[in-house]
């Protein structure tokens, strides 16, 4: 009998076909391209948090104004003013920052419509209307909307 000398198996190929490299590579370079996709919104929505944070602050600091200088007659003399101009017109820049304008108001901008048993969006209750950068993204132009209180 002849026998034949035994060989080892031959080794397996350790290492990853051309089609599986392939296909790894386009899952990592989805997953890059959604990332990169986010930090435009991110930069985005960074800006406007940004503009409604001071929007807010300069809203406080003119109406502190108004009620510091002429206490009680400034507020009457600013529900007059909001009732002969009820849209705000093209707006007065804030000395602290020129890109945002204020203007007053008599009635709500961002819920013009006035519904009975909600006081927010009353006609006759003088506001202070801060009106948006050209550049930015808010609703009619409004920032903010600042409601002085009875």
Known sequence: MHSRPLR???PRR?????IEVVVALAIFLFGVVALLNLFPL???TGADATVL???VLLAQLKAQEIRRDNAPDSIFFLWLRSL???TPPEG???AENPR???AFSGRSVLDPVDDPGVPEDDYGVPRIIVLSPTDSRF???VVWELRFED
Do not use: M, Q
């Not at 350790?14 to 051309?18: C, D, P, Q, S, V």
């Open 84 to 86: 002969v101009s009820p």
């Open 92 to 94: 007065i820049p804030f």
């Open 42 to 44: 991110k930069v985005r």
């Open 8 to 10: 080892p198996p031959a």
């Open 53 to 55: 944070t001071e929007a």
């Open 100 to 102: 945002l304008r204020y």
């Open 14 to 18: 350790r290492g990853l076909t051309l």
């Open 139 to 141: 609703s009619h132009g």
